[in-house]
């Protein structure tokens, strides 16, 4: 039976509550969109349905990543700290900056070998080469004046110039990725414009007197 007494609704929780409720819900959730799982979830929902994109990423993401670890190594082989040294056959040191022609010699072959696929090993492949262009670039770049000037400054005041060229190229890279959409969008919005004035000027020869009758 109804007492005739309404129910009392909870009161409201205090503002200290409420923050320190959020507070935990954030420190569960975060780890789920913020760690490794979260990233890789949003990379195969976003990136990797851009293929174009996906490649620019890739390659600027190889390109960095290399091009410290080169300076790094580098530094490493010049203060004579850790295991590492020159790479020398027959008494020739061999620049690094060979490797990185050799890697972009072999991307624009498999990319010859690739180009115009389009299934799920062409994937596959596209993510290694674009990946391998960032790597050979970045060894390529980093010995710049070697191959500009063919004299060995890289740790002179003249090897600055590499360290520039390398920031150039990693520029452009962002560039292309952070503005592909508008790159791919001008021209389509460029061919809709020419299209539409090639409309609008057939419709005016029609409508002109004298013209022929239609059909």
């Not at 020159?86 to 180009?115: C, E």
């Not at 520029?171 to 609008?200: C, K, M, N, Q, S």
């Amino acid at each position: 039976m109804a007492t005739g007494r309404s129910r009392r609704r909870p009161p409201p929780p205090k503002p200290v509550e409420d923050l320190e409720r959020t507070v935990a819900a954030v420190a569960v959730e975060a780890p789920r969109h913020l760690g490794l799982r979260g990233f890789f979830h949003h990379y195969l929902h976003q990136m990797a349905r851009r293929p174009r994109r996906e490649r620019v990423f890739l390659a600027a993401t190889a390109f960095v990543l290399t091009a410290l670890g080169i300076r790094a190594l580098t530094l490493s082989i010049r203060l004579h700290l850790g295991p590492f040294g020159n790479v020398s056959v027959g008494g020739t040191h061999v620049h690094h900056l060979v490797w990185g022609i050799l890697a972009l010699l072999l991307v624009g072959f498999l990319w010859l070998d690739q180009f115009g696929t389009r299934n799920p090993a062409s994937d596959w492949a596209s993510r290694l080469t674009a990946m391998l262009y960032g790597f050979g670039a970045a060894l390529t770049l980093d010995e710049f004046t070697l191959w500009l000037e063919l004299k060995d400054t890289y740790w002179t005041r003249e090897g600055r110039k590499n360290v520039i060229a390398l920031m150039l190229f990693a520029a452009v890279l962002v560039v292309g990725f952070a503005g592909a959409p508008l790159f791919h969008a001008v021209p389509r919005e460029y061919a809709l414009f020419v299209r539409h004035v090639i409309r609008r000027r057939r419709g005016r020869r029609v409508r002109e007197p004298g013209a022929p009758p239609q059909g």
